[in-house]
């Protein structure tokens, strides 16, 4: 193996009455019992780095690198303290893993019934809307992808956390006994433990990111005045519920497991009111404990008559059920309807969808 500190401190420790290891030109390893002080000084340096690391010196030409051994006895201690880190972290990875993993199961879900409305050759407002199904492919593949990261850090640090339990239950039989290999083990494997741990966290955090940045607003706060501000667009005292074929606004396709609750998707909506990524409606759909909404933009109005009218599809009651569906809507700005300059808005129906 290539040298380095401490390679050849685990060399020297297996010798009883070594009390010192020294490196030189870079490569060399020697023990020893004790050194003269007097030798400090003298010609050269310590400036070879060494083979197995290069960010650390191993002596030079005419000088070693000297270190003093000793062996810890709160190595134990630091074991107990890496287990407890362990834990923690994880749990940390598991309950993240878990999360990202439901999600991306009813992501997958809700792409696969998405289909099922057969409106993808109607032009321009039907690809529009069967864009969705990528959409949500994609999001699928991304938190599968960190979910997935995330169990494999939490899966790899339980591994070395028992190998750490197994040294540390053979360090306390030993006792006195210990023996500078089952030491030195024990010692590698608490480190790789904290290392492993970190990663964990690392692994936990980024899954949780990706959770809330597709989370966006349905995580967030409902608006208070939703029904005052939004309007469900279709024929809903007839149980018609409308999917809107304006064009969506890129980046801004939302997704959580959480309750049925359109209106935190309007707060964020209701927020974007200029440039060109103002929003002016939205989709909704809720599957199984997932909601999903879409931000909308003015783009695609149509013009039957006079007046131009936001164009949907409306779906049927029993059409939305048989998909699994629990609900789905499309809600637009009562002041995007009303104050629009070629006068109030209407709706234009493009299909009726049902059973």
């Known amino acids: 193996l290539p040298m380095e500190p401490r390679l050849c401190f685990d060399f020297c420790r297996q010798y009883k009455d070594a009390k010192f290891f020294g490196l030189r030109l870079g490569h060399e390893c020697y023990c020893a019992t004790y ?4 030798s400090i000084g003298g010609q050269g340096e310590c400036n070879a780095p060494c083979d197995g690391d290069n960010k650390e010196i191993c002596g030079g030409t005419e000088k070693s690198s000297l270190f003093e051994m000793h062996l810890c006895g709160d ?3 630091e074991a107990s303290m890496a287990l407890s880190l362990s834990g923690e972290a994880s749990a940390s990875a598991s309950s993240a893993a878990n999360a990202t993993n439901a999600t991306t199961q009813e992501l997958r879900d809700l792409a696969s ?6 409106i993808c050759s109607v032009e321009p407002e039907g690809p529009r809307v069967c864009g969705l199904t990528q959409v949500w ?3 699928a593949a991304e938190l599968g992808e960190a979910g997935g990261d995330a169990g494999y850090a939490a899966s790899l640090l339980d591994s070395k956390a028992g190998e750490v339990e197994e040294l540390q239950a053979a360090a306390e039989e030993a006792g006195e006994n210990l ?3 089952l030491a030195s083990s ?8 904290h290392s492993l741990a970190a990663s964990a966290q690392g692994a936990a955090a980024a899954a949780k990111h990706t959770l809330g940045m597709l989370g966006g607003p349905i995580l967030g706060r409902s608006l208070d005045s939703f029904e005052a501000v939004f309007k469900p667009l279709g024929d809903v005292n007839a149980s018609w519920h409308a999917v809107c074929g304006l064009e969506p606004i890129p980046g801004m396709s939302y997704a959580a497991l959480t309750s049925d609750e359109p209106a935190t998707c309007a707060d964020r909506c209701l927020s974007l009111s200029t440039g060109q990524q103002a929003c002016v409606a939205f989709n909704y759909q809720y599957k199984d404990g997932l909601a999903a909404c879409q931000f ?5 109005l149509v013009e039957p008559m006079i007046a131009k009218a936001i164009p949907i599809f409306e779906v049927s009651t029993s059409k939305m059920t048989a998909m699994g569906l629990n609900a789905m809507g499309c809600y637009a700005k009562q002041g995007f309807i009303a104050g629009h300059p070629k006068g109030p808005l209407g709706t234009q129906v493009v299909r009726e969808v049902t059973t």
């Open 186 to 193: 024990l010692e590698k494997a608490t480190e790789a433990v």
């Open 179 to 181: 023996n500078a290999s």
């Open 35 to 38: 050194y003269h002080a007097a």
């Open 296 to 300: 909308l933009s003015e783009q695609g």
């Open 137 to 139: 492919s994609a999001a």
């Open 75 to 77: 190595s134990m201690d």
């Open 113 to 118: 019934v998405w289909s099922q409305l057969e």
